[in-house]
């Protein structure tokens, strides 16, 4: 839990960022990801694209695994 506020503060991700990147973790695709928290693909690619500034990464996978080792998504159930 700590470490995941710490990563929240120091890369600066909005609830709903960190929302979508719980999904985006969880393998969902944009039209699931907006299913699930009821917003459009487009605001689901808006908030993708500013979680890759902040983590600085340019895939799902590398901001997956970013946000795994920043305590913020479980990915271990994910077949690498």
């Known amino acids: ?9 120091s890369t600066q991700l ?5 929302e979508v990147l719980r ?3 969880d ?6 990801i907006g299913g699930i928290l009821s917003i459009s693909e487009n605001t689901v690619r808006f ?7 902040k983590l600085q ?6 901001a ?3 946000a795994h080792m920043m305590g913020i998504a479980d990915i271990s159930h994910m077949s690498l």
Do not use: C, S, Y
């Open 1 to 9: 839990q700590n470490r995941a506020k710490e990563a929240q503060g």
């Open 14 to 18: 909005t609830q709903r960022e960190l």
């Open 23 to 25: 999904w985006m973790a």
């Open 27 to 32: 393998g969902k695709t944009d039209w699931e």
């Open 47 to 53: 908030h993708t694209k500013h979680i890759f500034q």
């Open 57 to 62: 990464v340019n895939t799902r996978l590398h």
């Open 64 to 66: 997956a695994v970013k």
